[in-house]
């Protein structure tokens, strides 16, 4: 039969046998005679004062690090069997070794992640920001010439005026840079759209390769494929209706209306080309899928049929 064994000189096992003896003797972490918890254990201590915010990943990693590790009672069973401790070895170095790579400097913090329901979110600035459902934002950067955020999904920003601080919003395919304004970004369905209700923005490729200034009520957008597309003069209810927790469009394909939908529910409309093509205007309720969807099926003269949990179709009445 197999014997798992360890070389006495493994250094994770030694590691483990380290950690043990401070866990049972109650002892602070930090008097640990090794670098990369010392390393760990201080960037912490560095987020904690500069008051700075460590990723949900990051958090998730350090409550198994302090469950694993709290003082243990003197009934307690203590690792002897050196399979055991090997084991110890492996979750511990683990963990340790995930949290260094969720938080160690330069990499972004996420801010807020929604759900089925829309967030406000409250930057350090005094900025705020709506996150649309099943939308996430990040912290790049923050200092004092500048500040980044990362956007996936879609978000209103009400950014606080700060003449001496760059505030920009990057998503997959562009970039939106503002020095205090109220705008739009959305980043999904392969296209990154920004729609400026008020003050002045840039907006460019990734690359920079490509940019416009927007003036208030324009709107541009940006794919991988296309590059840049021309400024269009837009109406705020389109792009601001979600806010209010409802969808308006003013003379759309219903493929439009589909997509805005899709996202919105995480869901996936079927139709034929005909019903893509039908051009429609009016407002529905965001308040819940089932009575959207019927709304949308009036209109439409059919309904949606269920086709999966997250799949419908629809056909003609």
Known sequence: MATNKLSANDQDLIL????????RENRNLAEIDDAVISDLLAYRQNCKANSMSVSANGQAVWARIEKETAPVSA?????????????????????????????????????????TQMELVQLRDGSEVTL??????????????????????????????????IFSVESEHGRAEVLGTDFVMRDWGGITRVYLKEGLVRFETSDRSQSVILQPGQSSAISSADGLFETDTADSTEYMGWTRNELTFL??????????LEHHFQITIEASEAIMNEILGGTISLDERKQ?????????????????EKTYTFILN
């Not at 483990?16 to 866990?23: D, M, N, T």
């Not at 307690?76 to 492996?90: E, G, H, M, P, V």
């Not at 959207?292 to 999966?308: A, E, I, M, P, Y």
């Open 132 to 165: 649309r459902p099943h939308s996430s934002l990040y912290e790049v950067q923050y200092s004092d010439e500048a500040q980044r955020y990362q956007l996936s999904g879609e978000g209103y920003f009400s950014v606080a005026s700060a003449s001496d601080r």
């Open 251 to 260: 003379s759309r394909p219903a493929s439009f209306v589909f997509s805005e």
């Open 75 to 115: 009934t307690s069973y203590f690792l002897t069997n050196q399979w055991a401790w090997a084991t110890a070895a492996i979750i511990l170095v683990a963990a340790f070794t995930a949290i260094f790579f969720v938080i160690q400097p330069g990499q972004s913090t996420l801010l807020a992640e929604t759900g």
């Open 292 to 308: 959207s969807l019927k709304d949308l099926g009036d209109v439409l003269n059919g309904q949606f049929v269920t086709k999966d």
């Open 16 to 23: 483990a046998r380290k950690l043990e003896k401070f866990i």
